[in-house]
């Protein structure tokens, strides 16, 4: 490459927690004055700023930006995540959880899984949960971090965080500032673009000012601006998958468990999170709009939070869906202005992380090659449409009939990959990763048989075990993983000894 072709300036369209995450990676590898980098931001806009829950794989940004985790989780007022609790899915009065981490242990190359049906298979039904150290962790509010002993569950412990997206986006701005972001205050009251080949020029600021790029990042938000207003590369709605188009957030005060779980609580039309952080408690009611209206909703919340509320309940409107361009010309889009499922399985800042490590296998020069642009899209359409589908999974496997929305739900058409999948384990209860998807077998696993989907056999490879060994090892498994949660400290007492942020 030429310094005629290298890229000069990037401009980053948008701050919170898209913008910054962005701007801190960038800042990480673009060193030596590679390029500059301008991220454009106005605080008379607010950001979305509820996406406060993460998975395991927020492990790998942070060790990309080589961050101190304790100065991390203190900055954040963040706390420790173990798993997913979902109530009330499958029926009104069930739980379970989709924990970090797997199920017992294989045994002589055949899955845990396989075995666990097995055990079912005959009639000794132990609750699955008891087989994973982070279910056991999530149910006694413990947490540690692995310990890196060998052949033992506490030396290899998945974990993610719940943090408040507001202090994120401050740290990673002061990460990336460090790292010679310039950040640039101000409106965006126009964009330019080449007569020619309709890339992005400049965008001009209400003052006045022209900002100039090579290539932009757009980081909007749901209008994206440069993706979607400009460059017009239109958007594929799936709300006919997935209904909710409305969400009501609120933080309230600290009080009731502070577990190591996002919780999740199905809802007459939609479903409640709960996120707690140190110092307060992130809740919302994703919902439907044409099953309930705004303000029952917001009543609804309100009358199900464990403290008093902080500030007055919001409101955003979405559409489930994707743009049909992630990458178009010289604009990229991450984060919600690139598309938005609700954070039913805490995907949203994954799929910004994704689109920022794609964007860096990607990352192009001046003649931005059209074949590069084209994988990258493709490779983001799955992400999102895997992900897609295994939401969808949560929906369809219901036994609820008591509202019109679950009833709606529980019948809907879904998608073929969807439909394979929920064939394949209702046969064999065999699940196969396609192609390095989010979600492994352990995860679908944990959400087919929490919602009450069981198959009709096993994988026959699992009965080559004799019964006595096979049972002595299946009481072997849950009693180590049992014991080595008594080891684990209390999650608020992890805290409070490693990271406190109010210390």
Same mark, same amino acid.
């Given at each position: 490459m030429t310094e005629n072709q290298r890229l000069r300036r990037v401009v980053i369209v948008g701050g919170g927690t898209a913008g910054w995450m962005t701007a801190a990676a960038l800042g990480r590898f673009l060193k030596d004055g590679y390029t500059q980098v301008t991220l454009v931001e106005s605080e008379a806009i607010g950001t979305v700023g509820v996406g406060e829950s993460t998975i395991p794989q927020i492990n790998i940004f942070n060790r990309m930006l080589g961050l101190d985790e304790n100065d991390f989780v203190k900055k954040t007022k963040a706390t420790f995540k173990l798993a997913i609790e979902f109530r009330d899915w499958k029926q009104i009065g069930h739980t /379970?959880?989709?924990?970090?981490?797997?199920?017992?242990v294989d045994m002589e190359g055949v899955s845990f899984h396989a075995y666990w049906l097995r055990q079912h298979a005959m009639g000794l039904s132990d609750d699955l949960g008891e087989f994973s150290l982070q279910t056991i962790g999530a149910r006694l509010d413990k947490f540690m971090?692995?310990?890196g002993q060998p052949n033992s569950p506490l030396g290899t412990i998945a974990y993610a965080f719940h943090f408040d997206a507001g202090l994120y986006a401050k740290f990673l701005r002061e990460y990336a500032e460090a790292r010679g972001i310039v950040r640039q205050e101000g409106k965006i009251a126009s964009v330019q673009q080449d007569g020619?080949?309709?890339?992005?020029?400049?965008?001009?600021?209400?003052?006045?000012?022209?900002?100039?790029? #090579?290539?932009?990042?757009?980081?909007?938000?749901?209008?994206?601006?440069?993706?979607?207003?400009?460059?017009?590369?239109?958007?594929?709605?799936?709300?006919?998958w997935l209904p909710n188009d409305r969400a009501v957030a609120v933080p309230c005060e600290s009080g009731g468990s502070i577990s190591p779980v996002t919780r999740a609580t199905a809802r007459p039309a939609g479903w409640q999170w709960r996120i707690p952080l140190q110092h307060r408690i992130g809740n919302g009611y994703a919902y439907s709009s044409q099953h309930i209206s705004e303000d029952e909703a917001t009543a609804y919340l309100l009358n199900n939070l464990d403290?008093?509320?902080?500030? #007055?309940?919001?409101?955003?409107k979405f559409t489930a869906g994707r743009r049909k361009k992630s990458w178009d010309k010289n604009v990229v889009a991450i984060g919600l202005s690139a598309g938005f499922m609700e954070p039913l399985e805490s995907q949203s800042i994954h799929l910004i992380q994704v689109g920022i490590?794609?964007?860096?296998?990607?990352?192009? #020069?001046?003649?931005?090659?059209?074949?590069?642009?084209?994988?990258?899209?493709?490779?983001?359409?799955?992400?999102?449409?895997?992900?897609?589908?295994?939401?969808?999974?949560?929906?369809?496997?219901?036994?609820?009939?008591?509202?019109? /929305?679950?009833? /709606?739900?529980?019948?809907?058409p879904i998608p073929d990959y969807l439909a394979d999948k929920m064939a394949l384990f209702k046969g064999s209860g065999r699940i196969f990763r396609e192609n390095e998807e989010l979600f492994n077998d352990t995860s679908w696993f944990a959400v087919f048989v929490g919602q009450g989907i069981m198959p009709e056999g096993h994988d026959p490879m699992a009965d080559t075990m004799d #019964?006595?060994?096979?049972?002595?090892?299946?009481?072997?498994i849950k009693s180590v993983i049992a014991k080595s949660a008594e080891v684990m400290p209390g999650h608020f007492e992890f805290i409070k000894a490693n990271c406190d942020a109010m210390a």
């Open positions: /379970y959880h989709h924990p970090f981490g797997p199920y017992g971090r692995p310990n020619l080949n309709g890339h992005v020029t400049s965008i001009t600021l209400e003052s006045g000012q022209v900002i100039e790029g #090579d290539l932009f990042i757009d980081c909007s938000g749901f209008r994206g601006l440069l993706i979607e207003q400009t460059l017009k590369a239109g958007y594929e709605d799936w709300s006919h403290g008093a509320p902080i500030i #007055d309940p919001f409101t955003l490590s794609r964007l860096l296998a990607h990352f192009p #020069d001046r003649n931005f090659r059209q074949p590069d642009i084209d994988r990258y899209n493709r490779t983001m359409t799955f992400e999102y449409e895997k992900i897609r589908d295994f939401l969808i999974l949560h929906y369809k496997a219901t036994e609820r009939s008591d509202t019109p /929305y679950w009833d /709606y739900l529980r019948e809907m #019964d006595k060994l096979f049972l002595a090892r299946m009481a072997e």
